[in-house]
């Protein structure tokens, strides 16, 4: 079978989570900041400028339980979660990561934040 359109090599997952204004907790998407609300178009936008949207998927996702260190994006394959985001280390992440190849380590959350995934069928009781 042959299919038009083909599998992304990359899918981005840019939490979208807004707080209300006045509430204590962080999100990644700030009444305060007009950046952090274009974020994701900006992202977008910058993969179609380039043309390679048909092989990055970018998604919008709620929390992912990061939001201390919001803005935040995930990218698959890899589970490599960046950080603090802005314009400039969007685009960075695209020329380097996406297209180049190489992890932006400079923007990816710390270890200790972040840790090793759990395998679920360490935690199923039998």
Known sequence: MNYSVPQP???????????P?????????SQAS??????FM?????LMQKGIIS?????????????Q???VMLVE????????LNKEKI???IEEHIIGGNVVEKYVIPAEMWGEPIEPKTLVQH
């Not at 090599?9 to 707080?19: D, G, L, M, W």
């Not at 394959?77 to 603090?84: C, E, I, K, L």
């Open 77 to 84: 394959p890899g589970h490599t979660m960046y950080v603090d």
């Open 21 to 29: 204004l006045g509430m204590p907790k962080p999100s990644c998407v």
């Open 55 to 67: 092989t990055v998927q970018p998604i919008q996702t709620g929390c992912m339980n990061r939001c």
């Open 34 to 39: 007009a950046e952090s609300q274009q974020l």
């Open 91 to 93: 685009d960075r992440i």
């Open 9 to 19: 090599a990359f899918y981005i997952f840019k939490c979208q989570q807004s707080a």
């Open 42 to 46: 900006y992202m977008a936008q910058s």
């Open 69 to 71: 260190l919001g803005p």
